[in-house]
């Protein structure tokens, strides 16, 4: 007997999504409606998230679905910030004529598979749930489909991502043709001996997920599809498939394939430095605000690798934390960006931050305090996920990893203060709107506060991960 | 009264300023400026009862407080010894004096200038008194934010060029002492520094961790050859930038080399003696002569603080009683006399817009307090005896000697040439003929610049007669450092025979 009741936030969002279809055929004008309701359905699916609080780890299906505190505290993440993605982005989405629909619609049905990605624990169920949230994402990219540069961007993440998806599809067949077995546990158990034939595959497949968090060489996508996309599906792809991928990084590698860490660890910690440099170096030319973001996630998420690439409990939890901490300063960051707004049009160039201190002294003050944050200038919360990361990492005396990620640092922090230089140190120039929904400005307002104090009491966020325990 | 945390409030109180700050209307300027007045003197009146309670003749931290901060990993753990007493007060006494020389060169953004003053306050407080590595790293670290802004905003025409250098070249140097702090982590089980200096730290890692720690402190001193950012943003920075920057930024690559470099690596310090002895040297030196020819008077005194921060490095690595309390003392001297003397400069340049010195000469004529003032401040600053330069200098030379007689000789001739570098500029502001028809019509100090400056120039003679308050506080716990670095460098050395 199947104990339904532990997937009942993914039963939940199903029939929710299927449901809102039906209203948005059946009822005329129902898009703001939709994408109102849509909120409130990833609202109690946190409840119900929440709610189900497994006191030990659950299998179901044929042990090919796990349940556990891991999934069910990233899945609450997920749930968290794609509430307040589309809360802040409510307004961007009206007033850019892309509220249709199918747009809230494609945002839940990427959110069922990322869930299921997130607890996935067997090969193909993990890749029903990768597909099924990138063909989502692929059709949020294009949604602005007269924009040339969208529909750029729609065509290109979709070429690459498949691309990309066919590498990992090759590589599970490379697990599953030299351990014969498709479920995490059996690969476990399976593949004792080490061979050449898995290794191939685990690289395939590392290519494949490094591709959904932009790490480099996988990079090259990001760039282009974070600028051509609308700002409000751009805040998406910054955080959610980020969150969800790392976590599928962290339940593949120390999963089936904790006792080859030795061999993957190499690959991991290239991918880290790779990130982290190449994404600190190629931000400084950048002109426009998304594309700069897009070089700073490059880099961010090197840095949640390097925690990855360590092989100790310490340092997945300072992945996950420094995880935290990266959503809550993007989501403020891209708060920020949906606030450049003048007559219904939306800035995005570093230059329209000019002399943004004069006019808008509170807002600048907080995007100087999540820029600082992601430079990671101590005592913002950006600073402690580093120093967390470093600190795993020093632990096993990987002083290569720690140098050349800090000098990275130093780099970016270079682009960051340069943004900072804009705002405050340029002339000025005309004012922007202040007529901003209160969504948005309560998420700005609470997410800087929550950089900025975060370090009075580090325990609050640091304890909903000392609980997690992989290895 | 006992457990009142008299430390964390010096710490918070200026950010309480702050805060408070942040909610008046920015409008209301006389309310802006006394209230942060207001509230860095109450920290100074603080500060000083803290000293007046402080027990003299206990080589302990004072005052300790420890709580958990992050869980099984980091305590907040602040106090204070002889040592760091000093520079709390050095702190809460020039912070007031900047707020009060905020006058109408501050044109505008007061509020938020005033806010950056009293955060830089908390922060500069904070790591004088940490106790914890990684807390001590917080409030260094953390300086960054404050001055990069104070020299962006309110800096002259080059300030972006002189911000982000200074904020990159500080960055830089101490992103290595964040390796170093988590290694001492994993090696030391540890990050307290009491605790550390009783476990030790194992001598086969001490000379890497040095090094790092030392690529910090040496930026932030600082010391040549990365010296070169001190003199941009000097020039750049506002007055009361300016001011804090020398007075008391730059101590804390002073404290920390005490505090940190020796007390926790003193294997690795004796090794690389020599190493600082000719950085020291060539700082002192070179700079010197640079500051001969510098036409612009920020420039000259910027670096001229470099030389004298060449002396603290000098008498600090020299191990003896004389040379330790001599750097103390010449860093407390020259955190009193280069805030004075940026105050004059800041006092002339709020008249005539400029701070190149052939556009003075004659000043004697028109602003007689001015010359009479800056004569003290000269003085001071080349080391005459009866003023508080001298003493450092001094008991720096002496110790020196005891170590090296040809690094002293050496370090002798820097006197000279500060006193050449010093004298000069003073007469090609002061002495002459007045040539700049602009320079007519000057004013001489009002009453707030004349009370600045008397209390500066009372306080540089009256502890260069009597530095007894400064010295007793700090005699025993240099003497105490000293045979703790002694006993830990004897038992080393035992071992490895």
């Known amino acids: 007997m199947i104990n339904l009741f532990f997937i009942s936030t993914e039963i939940f969002l199903s029939l929710s999504i299927l449901f809102l279809l039906l209203i948005g055929v059946f009822k005329k ?254 931000a400084i030319g950048q002109k426009k605000l998304k594309r700069l973001i897009a070089y700073s996630s490059i880099s961010h998420m090197g840095f949640a690798l390097a925690g990855l690439s360590v092989g100790t409990n310490e340092g997945i939890q300072n992945s996950i934390i420094y995880l935290i901490i990266y959503l809550i300063m993007n989501i403020a960051f891209f708060c920020c960006l949906f606030m450049l707004k003048r007559e219904n049009q939306y800035f995005d160039k570093v230059e329209d931050l000019s002399g943004l201190s004069k006019n808008h002294p509170l807002l600048s003050l907080s995007m100087m305090i999540i820029l600082f944050s992601l430079a990671g200038i101590p005592p913002l919360a950006g600073f402690f996920a580093k120093f967390y990361i470093f600190t795993a990492v020093i632990e096993k005396s990987m002083y290569f990893l720690a140098i050349v990620g800090l000098l990275s640092t130093v780099i970016a922090a270079f682009y960051y203060i340069r943004l900072i230089k804009v705002m405050y140190f340029d002339e000025q120039r005309e004012k922007y709107d202040l007529n901003h929904s209160i969504g948005l400005k309560m998420i700005l307002v609470v997410s800087s506060t929550i950089i900025l104090i975060y370090f009075i009491n580090p325990n609050i966020i640091n304890n909903f991960v000392s609980n997690i325990t992989i290895i | 009264m006992m457990n009142f945390p008299i430390i964390s409030s010096l710490i918070l109180l200026p950010s309480i300023g702050a805060l408070f700050l942040f909610f008046i209307n920015s409008k209301n300027i006389t309310g802006i400026k006394y209230v942060s007045l207001f509230v860095s003197i109450i920290n100074f009146l603080i500060s000083i009862y803290l000293w007046l309670i402080f027990d003299q003749s206990s080589y302990e931290f004072q005052f300790v407080e420890s709580r958990v901060w992050i869980k099984d990993f980091i305590n907040y753990k602040v106090g204070v010894d002889g040592i760091s007493i000093l520079f709390i007060i050095l702190t809460t006494f020039i912070t007031p004096l900047c707020i009060l020389s905020v006058n109408s060169s501050i044109k505008n953004r007061l509020k938020e200038f005033l806010i950056a003053i009293l955060l830089m306050e908390t922060l500069m407080i904070g790591v004088f008194c940490s106790l914890d590595l990684v807390i001590f790293y917080l409030f260094f670290e953390g300086g960054l934010i404050p001055m990069f802004l104070i020299i962006g905003i309110w800096g002259g025409e080059r300030r972006v060029y002189s911000a982000f250098k200074f904020f990159l070249f500080t960055l830089l140097g101490s992103v290595l002492m964040l390796i170093a702090v988590i290694s001492i982590y994993w090696i030391a089980g540890t990050t307290d520094v009491e605790e550390l200096y009783k476990l030790g730290i194992d001598p086969k890692y001490q000379n890497l961790l040095w090094l790092a720690f030392f690529s910090s402190f040496a930026v932030k001193t600082p010391m040549w050859p990365v010296h070169t950012w001190l003199p941009d943003a000097h020039v750049e920075a506002p007055t009361a930038g300016s001011v804090l920057l020398a007075a008391i930024l730059l101590k804390m690559a002073g404290y920390g080399f005490i505090r940190f470099s020796i007390g926790l690596f003193p294997v690795a310090s004796e090794y690389f003696v020599p190493f600082i002895f000719v950085i020291s040297l060539i700082a002192i030196i070179y700079t010197s002569l640079v500051a001969l020819m510098q036409d612009d008077m920020k420039k ?83 080391g005459l005896p009866g003023t508080t330069g001298f003493i450092g200098e001094f008991l720096i030379l002496m110790g020196t000697f005891k170590k090296s007689f040809l690094v002293a000789t050496i370090a002798s001739l820097g006197v000279i040439l500060g006193a050449a570098y010093m004298l000069w500029l003073y007469k090609r502001i002061v002495f002459g003929e007045l040539t700049n028809q602009k320079l007519l019509k000057i004013i001489d100090l009002n009453k707030v610049e004349l009370s600045i400056l008397t209390l500066l120039a009372l306080s540089i003679i009256f502890f260069g007669f009597y530095p007894d308050p400064f010295s007793n506080t700090y005699s025993v716990s240099v003497e105490n450092f000293l045979n703790e670095y002694n006993d830990k460098l004897n038992s080393y050395n035992l071992q490895n025979q």
């Open chain 1, 29 to 282: 004008k129902s898009e703001s409606f939709i994408y109102n309701f849509s909120c409130i359905i990833l609202l109690v699916g946190l409840a119900i998230n929440i709610n189900l609080n497994p006191q030990f780890p659950i299998d179901l299906f044929n042990n090919s679905y796990k349940i556990d505190y891991f999934t069910t505290l990233i899945k609450s993440i997920i749930l968290i910030s794609a509430f307040l993605v589309m809360l802040c982005s409510l307004n961007y989405v009206k007033q850019n004529d892309i509220l249709k629909i199918e747009y809230p619609i494609l945002i839940l049905s990427s959110i069922l598979g990322m869930l299921v990605m997130v607890s996935s624990n067997d090969l193909i169920v993990f890749y029903v749930g990768l597909e099924l949230q990138s063909l989502a994402l692929y059709v949020l990219a294009a949604f602005k489909r007269d924009n040339i540069l969208s529909s750029e961007s729609g065509l290109k993440y979709f070429i690459l991502s498949a691309l990309s998806s066919g590498l990992l599809l090759y590589g599970c067949s490379l697990i599953y043709g030299f351990s014969s077995s498709t479920n995490f546990d059996l690969i476990y158990q399976n593949s004792e001996s080490i061979e050449y034939g898995i290794i191939f595959g685990i690289v395939f497949v590392l290519v494949g997920l490094a591709f959904k968090i932009t790490a480099v060489p996988f990079h090259m996508w990001a760039p282009d599809v974070y600028d051509g996309s609308p700002t409000s599906v751009t805040v998406i792809f910054a955080i959610l498939p980020k969150i969800a991928a790392l976590t599928v990084f962290i339940n593949f590698l120390y999963g089936p394939f904790l006792e080859m860490f030795d061999q993957w660890q190499a690959v991991i910690i290239f991918l880290s430095i790779g990130s982290m440099v190449f994404g600190a170096v190629a």
């Open chain 2, 300 to 382: 000259l005194i910027a670096y001229s603080s470099v030389a004298h921060m060449g002396f603290v490095t000098l008498g600090l690595f020299t191990f003896t009683q004389q040379g330790v309390e001599g750097g103390i003392f010449q860093m407390i001297s020259h955190g009193i006399v280069s805030a004075a003397l940026f105050f004059s400069v800041g006092v002339v340049y709020d008249r005539t817009h400029s701070r190149r010195i052939n556009d003075y000469g004659g000043l004697v004529n028109v602003m007689p307090k001015y010359s009479i003032l800056l004569m003290v401040f000269t003085l001071g600053s080349l």
